[in-house]
């Protein structure tokens, strides 16, 4: 991909790339102070067919997969959905900004089940079980400046929106419950096809000074590249390669994949003189999918900025750790007959056997 600056509002919508997503996190209330959180993805992927792997008759390139998580904090319990493929509709992205309908493959064609719409600065989000409406307070966040960023010759195009306002409504063990908040959204995509074979630790970060901040590691081929881009209060962005993300003296084992998860941690950017100890409000918070297990919670943050104390909240993503998980054919069998279903004349499908490298 040609580096250059993301453009608004082009970018908002889908791009001829082999991956890409739209991510939406953010920790609420409901009327009586109890805390909840959401985390709300749409992915969609390019698979590259190969004509010696798959027959001719694909009912279209691009797939989608739908992912959501509801928790009730105090309770520590946490709702997780998986839509293996979902469908959208025929006047998705067809606006300029952000404008997709989707539906399980279930439902009638183009019902407009979930959604992402854009209008401005306003998002409103349907999900399975979220219907929320978000404003966004400043302008996007260009991870790295532009919005390019390039690690290990893997480049991806990456934005967020880092402060919105967030009212609307939840579903929790049945129960509706309106609540209102702070959301997040990211939006990436890139060309590269074996992302599944690199890990990362994430986090977005929002302080009550109302500075926000996204920092990670991205890990390749046992090498390691860190960033964090900030937002202020007035606009102002500021990203450094040289921070130290390391975890502490907390971790949750997996019972299904094994896998070990470190819910606490240390980021120091030593440049600005920040300090942040991140930490998990929840357990057991692991999503599965295809052979791919990663970890998504709400965290709370105390931070050191310049010797002041700030205290603050977000959301946390841990992927790439060592697992037994490894369900690929169960999963070709869940797309074959996905596949079946919105092909109106039951071609047979194969599906690829590498699939986990896309």
């Given at each position: 991909m040609e580096k250059r600056k993301i453009k608004f509002p082009e970018d908002e919508s889908k791009h001829d790339t082999i991956g890409e997503w739209w991510y939406f996190n953010g920790n609420l209330k409901d009327k009586k102070g109890r805390q909840y959180s959401y985390m709300n993805t749409l992915f969609r992927i390019k698979l590259p067919f190969r004509k010696h792997k798959i027959l001719p008759k694909i009912p279209r390139k691009d797939f989608y997969f739908y992912h959501s998580i509801i928790t009730d904090i105090e309770q520590n319990k946490f709702f997780p959905h998986i839509d293996y493929?979902?469908?959208?509709?025929?006047?998705?992205?067809?606006?300029?900004?952000?404008?997709?309908?989707?539906?399980?493959?279930?439902?009638?064609?183009?019902?407009?089940?979930?959604?992402?719409?854009?209008?401005?600065?306003?998002?409103?989000?349907?999900?399975?079980?979220?219907?929320?409406?978000?404003?966004?307070?400043?302008?996007?966040?260009?991870?790295?400046?532009?919005?390019?960023?390039?690690?290990?010759?893997?480049?991806?195009?990456?934005?967020?929106?880092?402060?919105?306002?967030?009212?609307?409504?939840?579903?929790?063990?049945?129960?509706?419950?309106?609540?209102?908040?702070?959301?997040?959204?990211?939006?990436?995509?890139?060309?590269?096809?074996?992302?599944?074979?690199?890990?990362?630790?994430?986090?977005?970060?929002?302080?009550?000074?109302?500075?926000?901040?996204?920092?990670?590691?991205?890990?390749?081929?046992?090498?390691?590249?860190?960033?964090?881009?900030?937002?202020?209060?007035?606009?102002?962005?500021?990203?450094?390669?040289?921070?130290?993300?390391?975890?502490?003296?907390?971790?949750?084992?997996?019972?299904?994949?094994?896998?070990?998860?470190?819910?606490?941690?240390?980021?120091?950017?030593?440049?600005?003189?920040?300090?942040?100890?991140v930490e998990s409000k929840v357990k057991n918070h692991e999503m599965n999918f295809l052979s791919i297990n990663y970890w998504e919670s709400p965290i709370t943050i105390k931070a050191l900025i310049n010797g002041k104390r700030i205290n603050g909240f977000g959301y946390m993503e841990l992927a790439g750790r060592p697992s037994v998980f490894n369900n690929l054919a169960l999963l070709r069998s869940k797309i074959s007959g996905e596949i079946s279903k919105i092909n109106p004349k039951n071609r047979v499908v194969s599906v690829p056997e590498d699939l986990e490298n896309y």
């Open positions: 493929i979902v469908r959208t509709t025929s006047d998705s992205f067809r606006k300029d900004g952000l404008n997709v309908f989707f539906s399980p493959t279930t439902a009638i064609r183009d019902l407009k089940f979930y959604y992402i719409q854009q209008s401005n600065n306003e998002y409103n989000i349907k999900g399975e079980n979220i219907d929320l409406r978000l404003i966004s307070q400043k302008p996007a966040l260009l991870e790295n400046k532009t919005g390019y960023v390039n690690f290990f010759d893997r480049p991806t195009f990456y934005y967020s929106l880092t402060d919105m306002t967030t009212k609307g409504k939840i579903i929790v063990n049945g129960e509706m419950i309106e609540v209102t908040g702070k959301s997040w959204m990211d939006h990436q995509w890139s060309n590269v096809s074996d992302v599944t074979k690199d890990h990362w630790n994430w986090f977005s970060i929002q302080l009550e000074n109302g500075l926000e901040m996204v920092c990670y590691e991205y890990g390749h081929n046992r090498q390691s590249a860190y960033l964090a881009t900030i937002i202020h209060p007035d606009g102002r962005q500021e990203t450094f390669n040289d921070l130290v993300i390391k975890p502490l003296d907390r971790q949750w084992t997996s019972p299904s994949t094994k896998a070990v998860y470190d819910l606490a941690w240390e980021i120091e950017i030593p440049e600005r003189q920040i300090k942040l100890c």
